[in-house]
């Protein structure tokens, strides 16, 4: 069975940077779209960014971190990462990494329809703070 496990969290300033790394054990990680969800406090789960399986040739992002934040993996170490710049104070949030298997499709999904996503991390946590 595919596990998952975030890290890279921790407190940073406004404009700051942290990567996250999202780390699968169990399974290859080739055939499965990843996407990251967040979850701030007294807020729902949000989607913002995902990628597709094999290659990862399409990533998708939620429009409050486009330009921003960065999504990539390296099937090599099964580990797939989001590059988080300029964060601010509304990024704070849980982090986490979910997984849907699907080695035929190029696309992927910020969304957990039907819960797609069946595979999740037990999340790590952001604070963007002064």
């Known amino acids: 069975q595919l596990q998952l496990k975030e890290s890279g969290g921790g407190l940073v300033s406004p404009g700051e940077s942290l990567r996250l790394s999202c780390v699968a054990s169990g399974l290859p990680l080739d055939d499965y779209r990843i996407a990251w969800f967040r979850q701030a406090p007294g807020k729902e789960r949000e989607g913002i960014s995902c990628?597709?399986?094999?290659?990862?040739?399409?990533?998708t992002y939620v429009d409050s971190v486009k330009g921003r934040f960065t999504i990539s993996r390296d099937n090599a170490k099964n580990t797939v990462y989001l590059q988080m710049n300029s964060l601010k104070p509304d990024d704070t949030a849980v982090y986490y990494c979910?997984?849907?298997?699907?080695?035929?499709?190029?696309?992927?999904?910020?969304?957990?329809?039907?819960?797609?996503?069946?595979?999740w991390g037990q999340g790590t946590q952001v604070i963007v703070s002064t």
């Open positions: 990628i597709s399986s094999r290659s990862g040739i399409r990533t």
């Open positions: 979910a997984a849907d298997y699907n080695p035929w499709s190029v696309y992927c999904h910020l969304e957990d329809r039907d819960g797609r996503y069946e595979n």
